[in-house]
């Protein structure tokens, strides 16, 4: 038997991680430049480029993992690829979660949790 809802939150989370990597590439400077003023008063302010390119990486394994989870659900009906991705999302969304909250942007900091808690409900439909 298929299980939908596992499936569908793989795809919300490969397709937000795959089109936010994709947006970090297609527009690097632009998003170099915003994230500097944007951490400019914190501990984050000098290395701005090298935590954008770890949240790069991040992003596209969360998502190319979630593809592989849906993938291998299909084919297999196992879940192993899908909760990893799960976990890695969530890892990638807690990164993210950090670096707003040193910012101090709170409303973005919510924005964050309103994908965790999907990514947290894959993690345990997956696990």
């Known amino acids: 038997m298929i299980q939908i809802a596992p499936i569908l939150l793989l795809l919300l989370l490969s397709i937000t991680f795959l089109q936010s990597g994709y947006d970090k590439i297609k527009d690097w400077k632009g998003n170099v430049s915003w994230l500097k003023s944007h951490f400019a008063g914190t501990i984050f302010k000098n290395s701005v480029p090298l935590a954008l390119f770890i949240l790069l990486v991040l992003e596209i394994f969360s998502g190319v993992l ?7 659900l299909l084919s297999s009906n196992s879940t192993k690829a899908g909760y990893y991705g799960a976990i890695l999302s969530c890892i990638t969304l807690l990164f993210l979660l950090f670096g707003q909250r040193i910012a101090k942007d709170y409303d973005g900091a919510r924005t964050i949790v309103i994908y965790f808690i999907p990514a947290i409900m894959a993690v345990y439909l997956l696990g």
């Open 66 to 72: 979630s593809i592989s989870g849906i993938i291998e």
